[in-house]
């Protein structure tokens, strides 16, 4: 059975590269119909919030990355990770150390001195012959992991292919602090055992922390998963991604007007490929997501490439979902557009013209309430011979048969009677009635924008 998870650290919001990574997951439980579980890693209890952790939640809802187990959390598993220290230390394969922080700081200063890597020196690991100083009184121990001190790891990286490291490079690490507490690389292996994970997908700023879960898997005599790591992800601008490039949490992508489709088919061409494959469903990415086409090397951010999907997907939307989303955008500007009957219609007038939903609510806008054009606009606009032109079409408007064939004969009628071209009346019209020179077809908006409207608009500036 293929178990993945994404396990992240509630300190922030969704990070887009945490998405790719929990889509990652997801995907590769969805096409071995196996099944993705959610773990909140939150024993950082200083840096963890529960604001933290509902972003997470939140950006995977938008996402639609569902899970099937979870949402499991750290900080209720105490016990539990307190019992396998116990276990461990009665094994032997953990010990208690007494070193207190200055006394490691002082060691590492010294090794940094001689040139040494710093390390944990094992003055207080069991060996047999060896004897151990006496345990200072009234200090709490921390736990370390016995680390075998010769051999290598060795593992086949999904995605990084074989990596092998020598134990020597490892010292005993640090599995529960004074207080008792356990500390992460300890936790994780103990949830990925708990949790029969499969196949830990995760970012390769983990890589490091793979030798040790792994000697920490076969200290406990616990089946090992396989291992992928992701390759980071770089901005436009080939830096790491930051803030600095903008948008970087999933949410902010929401409010800036991407639709989920858009950003998952972006995260899924991040790294990965199928082909010359550049648009597709999360069904066929779920069919087609395996981690032989994973690149290994950094992918690359491309603003320019998602603003394009977005496009594309905003284009075959479904008209009254957008109508929803204008609404709820709209909502949030303090403009009720509830009573506006034709809304569908506007999304289906702007889909093809616009880059993100905020850009859409801003085009429904004049549907909804009445535009007011600036005096400069007008003035620009509306020449006396154009506000004859208007006052001849507002007249044969008022009985017009409200449809986009008729209305586009009373254009052309009013252009023959005033000897005019048709961005001569077209780019006014469209002023008065949406206050901005561009629109679509002009006999479609006034179609869709209705009658009353569209007459009122009119009358309004010719008074
Ligand atoms: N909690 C870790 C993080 O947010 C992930 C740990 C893991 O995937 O093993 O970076």
Not at 383 to 406: C, H, M, Q
Not at 407 to 436: D, F, N
Request: glycine fraction near 8%; hydrophobic fraction near 40%.
């Amino acid at each position: 059975m293929i178990r993945t998870r994404f396990a992240p650290s509630p300190t922030g919001f969704l990070h887009i590269g945490g998405a790719r990574t929990a889509l990652f997951a997801w995907a590769y439980a969805r096409r071995h119909g196996g099944q993705f579980i959610l773990r909140i890693e939150d024993t950082d209890v200083a840096r963890s919030t529960p604001e933290a952790v509902q972003a997470i939640l939140d950006g995977m809802a938008w996402l639609g990355l569902e899970y099937d187990e979870g949402p499991y959390y750290q900080m209720q598993r105490m016990d539990r990770y307190k019992e396998v220290i116990r276990q461990m230390l009665a094994a032997g394969s953990a010990y208690p150390c007494y070193t207190s922080a200055d006394e490691l700081e002082a060691m590492r200063e010294a090794q940094r001195s001689r040139n040494e890597k710093p390390r944990y020196d094992g003055c207080w690991r069991p060996e047999t012959g060896k004897r151990l100083p006496a345990p200072p009184a009234g200090v709490l121990p921390a736990v370390r992991f016995r680390n075998p001190a010769e051999g290598v790891v060795a593992w086949h990286d999904l995605v990084k292919g074989p990596i092998t490291i020598a134990n020597a490079e490892l010292d005993d690490f640090v599995i529960a602090r004074g207080d008792g507490t356990p500390t992460y690389n300890f936790c994780v292996v103990v949830d990925d055992w708990d949790m029969k994970i499969s196949h830990v997908i995760r970012g390769d700023d983990h890589v490091n922390n793979t030798p040790r879960q792994i000697n920490l898997f076969k200290a406990l005599g616990a089946p090992l998963p396989e291992y992928g790591h992701l390759s980071m992800i770089l901005g436009d601008d080939g830096q790491k991604l930051s803030k600095r490039h903008g948008a970087v949490s999933v949410m902010q992508y929401q409010e800036e007007g991407y639709l989920p489709e858009a950003v998952l088919n972006y995260l899924a061409r991040l790294g990965w490929s199928h082909g010359d494959a550049e648009t597709f469903s999360m069904g066929e990415f779920c069919s087609w997501f395996d981690l032989d086409h994973i690149t290994a090397s950094a992918a690359q951010f491309n603003t320019e490439k998602l603003n394009w999907l977005n496009a594309h997907y905003l284009k075959q939307a479904d008209d009254s979902r957008l109508a929803t989303e204008t609404l709820r955008r709209l909502a949030g500007q303090g403009v009720d557009g509830s009573g506006c009957a034709d809304l569908p219609r506007v999304m289906a007038l702007y889909k093809g013209r616009v880059a993100n939903l905020n850009e859409l609510a801003d085009a429904a806008h004049p549907f909804i309430v009445a535009v007011h054009p600036s005096p400069e606009l007008l003035a620009q606009h509306l020449s006396d011979p154009v506000r004859a032109a208007l006052r001849t079409l507002l007249a044969k408007l008022l009985d017009a048969n409200w449809e986009a064939p008729a209305l586009s004969q009373a254009i052309k009628e009013t252009l023959l009677q005033h000897g005019i071209k048709m961005p001569q009346l077209a780019i006014p019209l469209r002023v008065v009635l949406l206050a901005q020179p561009q629109s679509p077809a002009i006999d479609a908006v006034l179609e869709v924008l209705g009658r009353e409207a569209v007459c009122g608009r009119i009358n309004s500036v010719l008074v």
